[in-house]
């Protein structure tokens, strides 16, 4: 069983910054693919971005050039840089591993871009 624990939520302006973090349980992340998603109410959860063992990173195309993905193997960690927050990014987002074909969710973490 692996946990992942999301922090670094939070309220922001249109325009600003945020970075999240989620650590997993096990000494064996580097194995992982890394993802995050988002999910708003009444849509259905959707891939913002995924870091693979080999750490090649991909986006959704709405946060391509504001978003980047990295992980910290060392840290059993990997973090969502946002930049240049928009309105339409709120959601609550979570953190997503996958490894021997076995998948795992953190929580969730609210993010709300508002003025």
């Known amino acids: 069983q692996v946990q992942l624990v999301e922090s670094g939520g939070g309220l922001v302006q249109p325009g600003g910054s945020l970075r999240l973090s989620c650590a997993a349980s096990?000494?064996?992340?580097?194995?992982?693919?890394m993802a995050w998603y988002r999910q708003v109410p009444e849509k259905q959860r959707e891939l913002v971005a995924i870091?693979?063992?080999?750490?090649?990173?991909d986006y959704a195309d709405s946060v391509k050039g504001r978003f980047t993905i990295s992980r910290d193997n060392a840290k059993n960690t990997v973090f969502l840089q946002m930049n240049n927050l928009k309105p339409e990014d709120t959601g609550v987002y979570y953190c997503y591993a996958e490894v021997f074909r076995r998948q795992y969710w953190g929580q969730g973490t609210q993010v709300t871009v508002s003025s």
């Open positions: 096990r000494s064996t992340f580097s194995l992982y693919d």
């Open positions: 870091i693979t063992s080999g750490s090649r990173a």
